[in-house]
């Protein structure tokens, strides 16, 4: 048992490597360009080592970028959320987390994420952990809500898209603001445009 616990993390040990010197790589060649020969050079390894895991370039970034991005689909900072009275304090509190752990992650890993899952036109590479993370996304304003009804405070009957809203509202704030969004920002995204779409 000891010795397969061994040879897992020094598994686990190259594959972090791979995606380290991959990272690097990418700093002086775009996503869309690099190759598995350049990435094999870098690593010290050879192509086939690559080939045997990844059929794909596109599905070595993905993995890379679904690493390094686990937390925040794992959503663990939800699990931080307090009762903060009002729907207007939750959804501030619920920004401000997210927006935490997208700096912590870095903007630039989840922008190239989100950019890799748009040349996916037809949607058949979308890793498991990120579908997870959307079910989850979407209990937890269901949620957010609910609190917000027990207090009294009338909210919309509205679609799961539209559940969807604050997160995908983060992410393009990240893409068009990469040097991180005030509080000021984030709470004018509340006021004026959370607040209007879910209180009735």
């Known amino acids: 048992m000891e010795e397969q616990k061994n040879v897992r993390r020094r598994g686990d040990d190259l594959l972090e490597s791979l995606y380290e010197v991959t990272m690097k790589l ?28 990844w059929p794909t ?5 993905q993995d890379i970028y679904t ?5 925040l689909f794992e959503g663990d900072f939800l699990e931080e959320m307090k009762d903060t ?9 619920f920004l ?6 997208y700096m912590e992650i870095g903007a630039d890993v989840l922008n190239n994420y989100f950019y890799l899952r748009m040349q996916d036109k ?8 990120h579908t997870a993370a959307l079910d989850k996304y979407i209990r937890a304003m269901e949620t957010l809500l609910e609190k917000a009804q027990s207090r009294g405070e009338k909210v919309k009957k509205v679609s799961k898209a ?10 393009m704030e990240n893409l068009v603001r990469p040097d991180n969004i005030s509080e000021k920002r984030l709470e004018s995204m509340v006021d004026e445009v959370l607040l209007p779409v879910f209180k009735a």
């Open 162 to 171: 539209t559940l969807m809203l604050p997160f995908d509202m983060i992410r």
């Open 57 to 61: 370039t596109f599905d070595l970034l």
């Open 26 to 53: 990418m700093e002086e060649i775009k996503p869309a360009n690099i190759t598995f020969q350049q990435i094999a050079d870098a690593a010290k390894t050879s192509r086939s080592v690559l080939y045997r895991r």
């Open 122 to 129: 037809e949607n058949n590479k979308e890793p498991v952990v």
């Open 85 to 93: 009275g009002s729907l207007r304090g939750d959804f501030i509190q």
């Open 67 to 71: 690493y390094k991005a686990k937390r």
């Open 96 to 101: 401000t987390f997210y927006q935490q752990m």
